[in-house]
């Protein structure tokens, strides 16, 4: 929903404009346009190393093209027919195959160690370079978010220095000062309507992947202490919201704070 949402506003923008009787072509000035995206893309990656830069393309692919969310009930489904066979046969974990590379390496960890903190904390490190790799393409569209508007403010200051120069002109002085906060406009605009929510939307498609691995670690741990299968399922499907999990396990207090609830 990312680039529709985008659309969206720039389209509002727009609509707005022409009702107002103004000239969408008065907003296309190429001057300002590559000083504020140029400025802000300068800035930004002047605060990054070449390497963490790598991450940035496939980030706008994944915002543009998004693939499907992690499969949280599937997962569960799969983990609680493990346990299962795992009670009748211990050794049936190393033959599962599975296509996700976490939980497959999960569960290399749980059949080569039988120390539980050890489990978390190999697979607790993995959830953090994880985060660790999500934050720069994050943070690179937060920043690029927060130098636009300051880029647009010097370009409208560029532009009105050259106005200073055209008073002895004055039928010059109209289009001359529209141009320069024509700067300021691309500067809040590129800021609000694209910067920011392709940063929102990593950050939450970052959250889910964190969520569905933290639910995996728990499934894992709670299958090594051999607890009972309807345990292992109220432990997983406290991840779930109460939309998707109120036909299978009915909550013993009502949330009072969780939207999904409505």
């Known amino acids: 929903?990312?680039?529709?949402?985008?659309?969206?506003a720039l389209v509002a923008v727009v609509v707005s404009m022409t009702l107002d009787h103004g000239q969408v072509m008065d907003l296309v000035k190429i001057p300002a346009m590559i000083l504020v995206l140029g400025g802000s893309l300068g800035?930004?990656?002047?605060?990054?190393?070449?390497?963490?830069?790598?991450?940035?393309?496939?980030?706008?692919?994944?915002?543009m093209l998004p693939g499907s969310p992690p499969d949280?009930?599937?997962?569960?489904?799969?983990l609680l027919t493990?346990?299962?066979?795992?009670r009748q046969n211990p050794l049936v974990l190393e033959q599962l195959e599975t296509d996700d590379a976490f939980l497959k390496m999960g569960i290399q960890v749980i059949t080569s160690t039988s120390d539980p903190e050890?489990?978390?904390?190999?697979?607790?490190?993995?959830?953090?370079?994880?985060?660790?790799?999500?934050?720069?393409?994050?943070?690179?569209?937060?920043?690029?978010a927060g130098y636009s508007p300051t880029f647009g403010i010097l370009g409208t200051v560029i532009g009105l220095i050259g106005v200073?120069?055209?008073?002895?002109?004055?039928?010059?002085?109209?289009?001359?000062?529209?141009?320069?906060?024509a700067a300021t406009l691309w500067g809040v605009l590129l800021a609000n309507a694209v910067w920011l929510p392709i940063s929102n939307r990593l950050r939450r498609l970052s959250d889910e992947e964190i969520t569905y691995r933290e639910m995996v670690i728990e499934g894992l741990l709670t299958m090594q202490l051999n607890v009972s299968s309807m345990d292992l399922k109220d432990r997983l499907y406290a991840f779930l919201?109460?939309?998707?999990?109120a036909?299978?396990?009915?909550?013993?207090?009502?949330?009072l704070l969780d939207a999904d609830a409505a």
Request: glycine share 8%.
């Open 1 to 8: 929903m990312t680039p529709i949402g985008i659309l969206v």
């Open 43 to 63: 800035a930004t990656i002047a605060g990054f190393d070449k390497r963490r830069l790598r991450s940035v393309p496939k980030a706008v692919k994944l915002v």
């Open 72 to 78: 949280m009930k599937g997962t569960i489904d799969t």
């Open 82 to 86: 493990m346990a299962r066979e795992v």
């Open 118 to 144: 050890r489990v978390h904390e190999l697979l607790g490190a993995e959830v953090d370079g994880l985060r660790s790799r999500h934050s720069t393409s994050i943070k690179f569209f937060s920043d690029m």
């Open 164 to 181: 200073l120069g055209q008073l002895t002109e004055p039928g010059k002085l109209g289009p001359a000062i529209a141009s320069a906060f």
């Open 241 to 245: 919201p109460p939309s998707e999990r």
């Open 247 to 255: 036909d299978e396990v009915a909550p013993t207090t009502a949330p």
